[in-house]
């Protein structure tokens, strides 16, 4: 997405918001895949049943890709929150602080908090949707994605988007930070012309 986005401009790095919108695409992609394992999975955890089994109940068009919609939105910020946001943030602080940030290390901390922020609470709406939705492909109880949030809503008001949250956001505070390090340890590895 990065070279798309860069084309032939002569630039090596993108602009904060088109980081953003790579992050954002690349997380909404990866739902294609991600979406239908994670149906098979909870299903799995209902059901008790195999994959093989599981999966043959729902690979059919009209419920293979439930929940596909709150999975690209969960995975589209989910990902431009951990590999979009602690960089920008990164930078930012070392540009504008750099007496503090002396080092990418120094500054990690904060932006992963950042990250990990934006991508929790930006992203647990539409997972909590989405859970409901793929663990009850009967739709008893849940419908639609409107009619899941108003049954969601109608429970437990507007908190019962965010249960579990605050967990979810430790977890990815320190998700975000072992990624954004690992990415700066591997990534001149792995591409040494880009990182000379």
Excluded at 39 to 62: H, W
Excluded at 138 to 146: A, C, M
Excluded at 150 to 167: C, D, H, I, P, Y
Aim: glycine residues 10%; charged residues 20%; proline residues 5%.
């Amino acid at each position: 997405l990065k070279k798309v986005v860069l084309g032939d401009s002569g630039r090596t790095q993108l602009k904060p918001h088109e980081e953003m919108a790579c992050g954002i695409g690349a997380g909404v992609v990866s739902a294609l895949a991600g979406s239908p394992l994670e149906l098979v999975m909870i299903q799995q955890q209902r059901k008790g049943t195999g994959f093989l089994a599981t999966a043959g109940t729902v690979a059919n068009p009209a419920t293979a890709m439930r929940g596909f919609t709150c999975a690209a939105i969960r995975e589209g910020l989910w990902t431009c929150g951990y590999l979009s946001i602690p960089p920008i943030v990164r930078r930012n602080l070392r540009e504008q602080f750099p007496e503090k940030f002396d080092t990418d290390n120094k500054a990690r901390v904060p932006a992963a908090l950042l990250g990990g922020l934006f991508a929790c609470y930006l992203t647990h709406p539409a997972d909590t949707i989405k859970t409901c939705m793929q663990g009850d492909i009967e739709r008893v109880k849940y419908g639609s994605f409107t009619e899941t949030a108003k049954a969601v809503m109608s429970e437990s008001g507007f908190t019962g988007f965010f249960r579990g949250a605050t967990f979810r956001y430790g977890r990815m505070c320190c998700a975000v930070f072992m990624m954004d390090y690992l990415q700066a340890l591997v990534g001149p590895m792995l591409y040494p012309a880009k990182f000379a």
